[in-house]
Nanobody, 122 residues
C-alpha cells in the first residue's frame, strides 16, 4: 500500500515536497516512481529512483526543478518540487515496481497510491 501526501495550493515559483509511505518489509527492493495527471490529460511520467536510491531518472520537463529521493529506513520516497509552474498542476501518484528496469512506462509499475493534488496558481 502506498500513501502519498504533501500536496496543496501554492503560487508559481514556490516549492512543495511530496512524501509517499509504503507498507511492507521489502521497500528497498522496489523501484519507486512518481507520475502525474492533469485534468483532461493522460497520466505522464515524472521521475523514478532505484531501490538503493543511487539511480534516478527524470522527465525532461522537470529536470533541474524536481528531485526524487528515498529513505529506505522509513519506507518513504520524496519528491521535492521547486520553481513550480502552473503547468505542474496535477494529481501526483506514487508508484512502485518490482522491476529494476522500470522507468517511464506506467505498465511496468505494480502498485499505485491514490494521489495527492498539487495546484500551482499564476
Amino acid at each position: 500500500q502506498l500513501q502519498a501526501s504533501g500536496g496543496g495550493l501554492v503560487q508559481a515559483g514556490d516549492s512543495l515536497r511530496l512524501s509517499c509511505v509504503a507498507s511492507g518489509r521489502t521497500f528497498s527492493s522496489y523501484v519507486m516512481g512518481w507520475f502525474r495527471q492533469a485534468p483532461g490529460k493522460e497520466r505522464e511520467f515524472v521521475t523514478r529512483v532505484s531501490g538503493s536510491g543511487s539511480n534516478t531518472y527524470y522527465a525532461d520537463f522537470v529536470k533541474d526543478r524536481f528531485t526524487i529521493s528515498r529513505d529506505n529506513a522509513k519506507n518513504t520516497v520524496y519528491l521535492q518540487m521547486d520553481s513550480l509552474k502552473p503547468e505542474d498542476t496535477a494529481v501526483y501518484y506514487c508508484t512502485a515496481s518490482r522491476f529494476s528496469n522500470s522507468y517511464s512506462d506506467a505498465n511496468t509499475y505494480d502498485y499505485w497510491g491514490r494521489g495527492t493534488q498539487v495546484t500551482v496558481s499564476s
